[in-house]
């Protein structure tokens, strides 16, 4: 194809964090070979190897970048942590920029310790997308809220649902702030699927990513997403029902599996595209 | 008082497993000492301890059996499993009733090995309930759909949410099927609070659960559940919720935490008493 892309894996798009034992030139070789010209990318590897170095490699390799994750843990009360959650999110966005990418994943935050009210933690995460919303639409920057799962609200996210992701985005303009689809953390929600057809209406879906749900989870539960097909996610229904809402951006495969990582990292690849083929397409 | 309840520790029913240490004879030894007259108990250690002595040990304590956990696991799709689940409720129903409890806690069951239509697991799990209400009717025992944390949907329980335990409550006459509601699982969700009203509004409020949620989560994240006051939920606030709904009943302590078990059973409980006083009351 003369875009570059591959046929039918022209709307995948490789999340770093999937094949976390790549090095970004790594990663940029594996896709390039693989025929993948799309991927996600995270802002501490990024910073390590340098924005301006990663955003010339990405280019280099022919590859857009779909996704920077994350901005995000807007949950703070105390004024200075929360001032400084502000500055680290502009960094953010100023990084997604330089990437070349318009989407800028954010997870919300947990709430605080000792703090038992839930939701005034939602209204500060409104509250401060607000604040960030602007500078980041001045860039050219989308902010994409990522409900996750429930089991996270504690710790890590207390947006939980699509629903809720959709009450903070719509108190915006839908070019300034959308939403991320993700399989992994929607699948159980029998509201998902109005929130999905939502979503579509109102031009907010930002970023859809698909993992595989399998149990038992491990200590912590922030890495046991299943590879595509391994679990009980009906991942083709979802890509339908985003593509039914009107959506045919890219599809992002994010897992975070030390199983994975572990192995070989072309033999993963394979593996990812297999599957993606089998269980996604 | 007149009744044998305690002043302040009326409405406290102690789950067994909460104390999963103590036999049968010391829980009811301890409640006895502690001024505790509610229980809720286990299906598994009562019969191994045979139902109708169970029964006549509570009795002679002076000990109400508040619920009886658990029934369900409806969601397997064979005919010849599912025959089987429908009969072992049937027994469990008839459980409940030589314990002179009122109240069958249903937990539905997860998703069959390599299905992935949740929809249809939860419908059947809405069949089996039509099939086995009128059953636990004519004993006096009233069916409890207990929604359990989206964490669990794969592998224990496909109904998540209050309100989807109601969407399946409301098919029956309220005396017949209820719903409980349990702090654990339903602190996260922002529908919890129009949830309860609802529920009190119909009055299928069958049995109210307090635990806290605690991090990091374990492996299987089955045993994982805090102390009352040693994590983020307002257990006070719900207590406030359901109370303002109408349910005026026993509010049950249901802990599953192996740091609760190792340690001595009388301190434990007395640690208990105190954090309800200080965290739920």
Not at 217 to 246: H, I, K, N, Y
Request: aromatic residues 6%; contains cysteine; glycine residues 10%.
């Amino acid at each position: 194809m003369t875009d570059g892309t591959s046929g039918d894996l022209a709307r995948l798009s490789l999340n770093q964090e999937t094949l976390k034992q790549w090095s970004l030139p790594e990663l940029a070789a594996g896709c390039a070979a693989a025929g993948i010209t799309r991927v996600g990318l995270w802002r501490a590897p990024v910073q390590e190897y340098g924005i301006e170095q990663a955003a010339r490699l990405m280019r280099d390799s022919g590859l857009t970048v779909t996704s920077l994750c994350r901005g995000g843990f807007f949950t703070a009360a105390e004024p200075k942590a929360r001032a400084a959650a502000l500055d680290d999110n502009r960094a953010a966005v100023d990084e997604a920029a330089a990437l070349g990418t318009g989407t800028l994943v954010l997870v919300s935050g947990g709430l605080p310790d000792g703090d038992r009210d839930i939701a005034a933690a939602r209204q500060r995460v409104a509250d401060a997308i607000a604040e960030l919303a602007p500078y980041a639409a001045e860039r050219g920057v989308r902010l994409a809220i990522e409900p996750l799962h429930p089991m996270y609200a504690s710790d890590r996210c207390v947006v939980s649902t699509l629903g809720q992701a959709l009450d903070i985005a719509e108190r915006f303009p839908a070019e300034q702030v959308g939403v991320v689809v993700d399989t992994y953390h929607l699948w159980w929600d029998d509201r998902a699927p109005a929130g999905i057809a939502r979503a579509g209406e109102g031009g907010r879906i930002a970023c859809f990513q698909v993992a595989d749900w399998v149990t038992p989870l491990p200590e912590g539960v922030l890495l046991g997403r299943g590879q595509l097909g391994d679990g009980c996610v009906d991942l083709r229904g979802f890509r339908a029902m985003v593509e039914e809402a009107g959506y045919s951006g890219d599809i992002e495969v994010e897992i975070f599996n030390p199983a994975l990582w572990a192995r070989d990292g072309q033999e993963v690849l394979e593996e990812i595209v297999d599957r993606y083929r089998r269980h996604v397409l």
